[in-house]
Nanobody, 121 residues
Framework: QVQLVESGGGLVQPGGSLRLSCAAS????????MGWYRQAPGKQRELVAT???????NYSDSVKGRFTISRDNAKNTVYLQMNSLKPEDTAVYYC???????????????WGQGTQVTVSS
C-alpha cells in the first residue's frame, strides 16, 4: 500500500557530508511523524532523528549539531543532512514513516529498505 525508497548513502571520509532522502508513495492519505534510525554491525537499531508533521525536529545526543532532519510534505519525502561525519556514524540507515493509509483506520508504520553509510579514510 505504501512504498518507501531511500537514497543517498555511500562512502565518505571523516569530516565529510552526505544527504539521505526517503520518498513515500502509494495509498497515502496523510503522513504524521517521519524519522531516521540506524543500525551498526552487532548493535541494536537506534533513533537518529525524528520530525513531526508540523516540522518540529528531535535528535539523538550523538548527532545533535551535526545532522539536520527536514521534510517536504508536498513530496512525501524526509531528508537527513549529515555533516561532520565520524567513523562511528557508520551504519545502515533506515527511514521510518507513520502513515494514514487511504480507507484504513488508524495509522501504520512503514520502514525503508535501508541505505549503507560508511565513514572511513
Amino acid at each position: 500500500q505504501v512504498q518507501l525508497v531511500e537514497s543517498g548513502g555511500g562512502l565518505v571520509q571523516p569530516g565529510g557530508s552526505l544527504r539521505l532522502s526517503c520518498a513515500a508513495s502509494g495509498s497515502i492519505f496523510s503522513i504524521n511523524g517521519m524519522g531516521w534510525y540506524r543500525q551498526a554491525p552487532g548493535k541494536q537499531r537506534e533513533l537518529v532523528a525524528t520530525i513531526t508533521s508540523g516540522g518540529n525536529p528531535n535528535y539523538s545526543d550523538s548527532v545533535k549539531g551535526r545532522f539536520t532532519i527536514s521534510r517536504d510534505n508536498a513530496k512525501n519525502t524526509v531528508y537527513l543532512q549529515m555533516n561532520s561525519l565520524k567513523p562511528e556514524d557508520t551504519a545502515v540507515y533506515y527511514c521510518n514513516v507513520d502513515v494514514r493509509v487511504i480507507f484504513v483506520r488508524g495509522t501504520t508504520i512503514y520502514w525503508g529498505q535501508g541505505t549503507q553509510v560508511t565513514v572511513s579514510s
